[in-house]
């Protein structure tokens, strides 16, 4: 493929609102290094990710869930070297986007030629290549280096996969993140057959995605939602759903359940939902949580986890092999992408703005 010097990609140059997104056309393409393959992106998705480490959100001065006030205009105050899910400072400009689809357009030494013009997913975490386990050693795509807003973007060939599908590549772009969130999720909190699972945030993106885990793993799933988005939840395969408000909510989660016993709850809100959550929970339950954005500070009656056993995970990092189940299941067509809209990637502050409205179900993608 012929690679031009010059790319449109959207900079991210500090921490703050969205006038932090500038799009400019004379970015450089970057050059793979060694064992590096360069990707002619077709889509990327977004993610809560990219607001939240847009405005700093991980760091401890922030103690509110990503209001739309917040995500479009950033947090008065913010520990900036604190500012990324790994808790340590950004350089900027970043280029941002961490579900990268595209082909491969050229390669670094080292690296087989049959790479070239491959279609391609990226696994966004680059897990250490000599101990995979080791957590502290697991920067991601698109936050601790330069990820897939932008035309070109490279990588590391330990993190590209082929991929076989009819799906088109902004259906493929809207689901590396959000299901290999929610597949962590499932395997942490080792969702069996005949269980109950119940799934806050079920219209989002790992919301959605976890509903499809959960039931093909023959679980009975409680999903959480707005009124407005009932009908679209139940079409995912939720077998229940309950309405986020009322002040039994506990109460009605578990009167959803067959039996009134569940399992597992899998989480991304936090706040003011989490107390709900655990007080369903059956004895011997176990919470997994990958967010918090209706809040980060919550409380915890402590008697519950100790008195009920549970057991509680935080869910981030993923195992090794995570991303090779996923794309199984995508080439296998036991998962379907949720695709809410698609953009310009110079649209990117218009995405974000909307994207903050929560007003959908699935997720956005952004097309250079």
Not at 165 to 177: I, V, Y
């Amino acid at each position: 493929m012929s690679v031009p010097k010059t790319m449109r990609a959207a900079l991210l140059t500090g921490h703050g609102g969205l006038d932090k997104l500038v799009v400019r056309d004379d970015v450089p393409v970057p050059v793979p290094g060694p064992g590096e393959v360069l990707i002619r992106v077709a889509a990327c998705g977004m993610n809560n990710t990219d607001i939240n480490t847009r405005t700093a959100w991980y760091s401890e001065p922030v103690t509110s869930g990503i209001t739309r006030e917040g995500g479009q205009g950033g947090f008065d105050s913010i520990k900036a070297d604190a500012g990324s899910w790994g808790r340590d400072g950004l350089h900027f400009p970043r280029i941002q986007g961490c579900d990268a689809v595209g082909r491969v357009a050229a390669i670094g030494t080292g690296v087989d030629p049959s790479w070239i013009g491959e279609r391609v997913m990226v696994d966004a975490w680059l897990l250490d290549l000599d101990d995979p386990t080791d957590i502290t050693k697991a920067p991601y795509f698109g936050s601790e280096c330069d990820g897939g807003y932008a035309e070109y973007t490279k990588i590391r060939v330990q993190n590209v996969h082929r991929i076989r599908s009819s799906l088109t590549d902004a259906e493929l772009a809207s689901m590396p993140c959000v299901f290999v969130t929610a597949e962590h999720q499932m395997t942490r909190a080792r969702v069996r057959k005949g269980e109950t699972v119940v799934v806050a945030g079920a219209s989002g993106g790992v919301g959605s995605a976890a509903i499809q885990l959960a039931k093909n793993r023959g679980a009975f799933v409680i999903a959480i939602t707005s009124a407005g988005k009932v009908d679209r939840v139940k079409a995912l395969g939720a077998d229940s759903v309950v309405v986020r408000g009322p002040d039994d909510l506990s109460g009605a989660i578990r009167r959803a359940a067959p039996g009134g016993t569940v399992h597992v709850a899998s989480d991304v809100v936090g706040g003011a939902l989490f107390p709900h959550l655990i007080k369903s929970l059956v004895p011997g339950g176990r919470y997994v949580t990958s967010g918090a954005i209706g809040g980060p500070i919550t409380e915890l009656d402590l008697r519950l986890l100790i008195y009920r056993d549970l057991e509680f995970y935080g869910s981030t990092v993923v195992a090794p092999g995570t991303f090779a189940r996923v794309l199984s299941y995508i080439e296998a067509g036991s998962i379907r992408p949720i695709l809410a809209k698609t953009f310009p990637l110079e649209s990117i502050r218009e995405a974000q703005a909307e994207f903050l409205n929560k007003d959908f179900v699935g997720n956005f993608v952004l097309v250079p």
